[in-house]
């Protein structure tokens, strides 16, 4: 197949790792995959070794017509298999792309390629977002496919009537092998480089200092471990616009000195790995990467209930789930695993559960399916319409 994965940007984001991935990974099973990006923000580039072609359409507005005539002209020149655009803002370009280049029907001048999205979201947040939501739900019609990435995700917005022609659900995986637990010396160093004692207890946050990430959530719960007398401090990988707030909260409440930020990571493993248990506070998330990295390195996670939380986690035995907003059930929950036999057996179930059940491989194994069935059924449709057109 000849794939053309579209996205909003090559930010560092969950949906953009999640593109590049596929995209590296179907490459290297002997499909074509070309890439393309709408807002020139190329942080993961250098990822994307498997792409035979990367364009960056450089759109100065929300929707930029000189942007969306290269797209279309890009679609016209290959003639993708199909188009896989990850979230909204990439498939609306992707779509009114295709269309362009079809002269009005994706089923023209493209040589019919299907639009395939994968769709990673679950809360929008603002009356704003709400609005375009309303907007984006008739291009979401409009797509051959829809992948959710939980089941609860998918039941969420079935509910609201975001879906396409097919639906379908994916979980998310990540590479069993590279996200290895780390041998006890090398962990040992990374923790002494950071500057954590053998018996600190290290609860990481791997995600960008968003407001819906929720950071100031974990600067509270160890304030309330510290108050314990449980020598908790936080390890949060990443940066972002909320790290002001986030260090001002830690200076307020007197612990400063035990929430360490790491500034942004190209390599966020073995700082992951450096841990001992792994909070993910947010909002929102529909199928965390950040849960299921941790998860493979060995880590039990602690987590809000949101998205496909539950589908990832069984609480008790490789994590736990709390409500979203519980400072006190978070509390709580980092409270029992500051137990090292207890962790210890957890986050042992918590690598045998990705896996089972989410690693890559499984991930793409299954993409490659859907996209083939999809390009199956898209050349028997063509064949009927030559031959009814023949009569």
Same mark, same amino acid.
């Given at each position: 197949?000849?794939?053309?994965?579209?996205?909003?940007?090559?930010?560092?984001?969950?949906?953009?790792?999640?593109?590049?991935?596929?995209?590296?990974?179907?490459?290297?099973?002997?499909?074509?995959?070309?890439?393309?990006?709408?807002?020139?923000?190329?942080?993961?580039? !250098?990822?994307?070794?498997?792409?035979?072609?990367?364009?960056?359409?450089?759109?100065?507005?929300?929707?930029?017509?000189?942007?969306?005539?290269?797209?279309?002209?890009?679609?016209?020149?290959?003639?993708?298999?199909?188009?896989?655009?990850?979230?909204?803002?990439?498939?609306?370009?992707?779509?009114?792309?295709?269309?362009?280049?079809?002269?009005?029907?994706?089923?023209?001048?493209?040589?019919?390629?299907?639009?395939?999205?994968?769709?990673?979201?679950?809360?929008?947040?603002?009356?704003?977002?709400?609005?375009?939501?309303?907007?984006?739900?008739?291009?979401?019609?409009?797509?051959?496919?829809?992948?959710?990435?939980?089941?609860?995700?998918?039941?969420?917005?079935?509910?609201?009537?975001?879906?396409?022609?097919?639906?379908?659900?994916?979980?998310?995986?990540?590479?069993?092998?590279?996200?290895?637990?780390?041998?006890?010396?090398?962990?040992?160093?990374?923790?002494?480089?950071?500057?954590?004692?053998?018996?600190?207890?290290?609860?990481?946050?791997?995600?960008?200092?968003?407001?819906?990430?929720?950071?100031?959530?974990?600067?509270?719960?160890?304030?309330?471990?510290?108050?314990?007398?449980?020598?908790?401090?936080?390890?949060?990988?990443?940066?972002?616009?909320?790290?002001?707030?986030?260090?001002?909260?830690?200076?307020?409440?007197?612990?400063?000195?035990?929430?360490?930020?790491?500034?942004?990571?190209?390599?966020?493993?073995?700082?992951?790995?450096?841990?001992?248990?792994?909070?993910?506070?947010?909002?929102?998330?529909?199928?965390?990467?950040?849960?299921?990295?941790?998860?493979?390195?060995?880590?039990?996670?602690?987590?809000?209930?949101?998205?496909?939380?539950?589908?990832?986690?069984?609480?008790?035995?490789?994590?736990?789930?709390?409500?979203?907003?519980?400072?006190?059930?978070?509390?709580?929950?980092?409270?029992?695993?500051?137990?090292?036999?207890?962790?210890?057996?957890?986050?042992?179930?918590?690598?045998?559960?990705?896996?089972?059940?989410?690693?890559?491989?499984?991930?793409?194994?299954?993409?490659?399916?859907?996209?083939?069935?999809?390009?199956?059924?898209?050349?028997?449709? !063509?064949?009927?319409?030559?031959?009814?057109?023949?009569?």
């Amino acid at each position: 197949m000849r794939l053309l994965f579209v996205t909003g940007s090559l930010v560092h984001g969950g949906a953009e790792r999640h593109t590049i991935t596929l995209a590296n990974r179907l490459a290297e099973r002997g499909h074509e995959c070309h890439a393309a990006y709408v807002k020139n923000d190329p942080s993961q580039l !250098e990822r994307l070794r498997g792409a035979a072609s990367v364009t960056c359409l450089h759109s100065e507005r929300y929707i930029d017509l000189g942007s969306l005539r290269q797209l279309a002209s890009l679609i016209a020149r290959l003639r993708p298999t199909m188009v896989v655009a990850a979230n909204a803002y990439a498939m609306l370009y992707a779509s009114l792309a295709l269309r362009w280049a079809g002269g009005g029907s994706t089923r023209r001048s493209t040589g019919g390629a299907p639009l395939v999205v994968t769709w990673h979201s679950t809360l929008i947040q603002g009356a704003k977002e709400q609005a375009k939501m309303l907007f984006y739900r008739l291009f979401f019609w409009g797509a051959d496919c829809l992948v959710f990435v939980a089941e609860a995700q998918r039941k969420h917005w079935l509910a609201r009537m975001v879906s396409a022609r097919r639906n379908e659900v994916i979980y998310n995986g990540v590479d069993t092998a590279h996200w290895e637990p780390l041998g006890a010396e090398e962990r040992r160093r990374v923790r002494v480089a950071l500057g954590f004692a053998d018996d600190d207890y290290v609860i990481g946050l791997s995600a960008v200092l968003r407001p819906e990430k929720n950071h100031l959530q974990l600067v509270d719960a160890i304030a309330a471990l510290r108050r314990r007398g449980v020598r908790a401090r936080a390890l949060m990988i990443g940066d972002g616009p909320m790290r002001g707030a986030v260090e001002e909260r830690a200076r307020r409440l007197g612990v400063a000195a035990d929430v360490a930020i790491t500034g942004f990571q190209q390599e966020v493993r073995p700082f992951v790995a450096a841990c001992d248990t792994v909070a993910l506070t947010s909002f929102t998330e529909a199928f965390s990467l950040a849960g299921i990295e941790a998860m493979a390195l060995g880590k039990p996670v602690v987590h809000s209930e949101v998205g496909g939380a539950a589908e990832m986690i069984r609480p008790g035995r490789n994590g736990f789930l709390y409500p979203v907003g519980d400072t006190g059930a978070l509390v709580e929950r980092l409270a029992t695993l500051a137990d090292p036999a207890m962790r210890g057996r957890m986050g042992a179930r918590a690598r045998e559960a990705v896996e089972a059940q989410f690693s890559e491989a499984a991930m793409v194994d299954r993409y490659e399916k859907l996209l083939i069935e999809l390009e199956t059924t898209r050349t028997k449709h !063509e064949h009927l319409r030559r031959t009814a057109g023949a009569h």
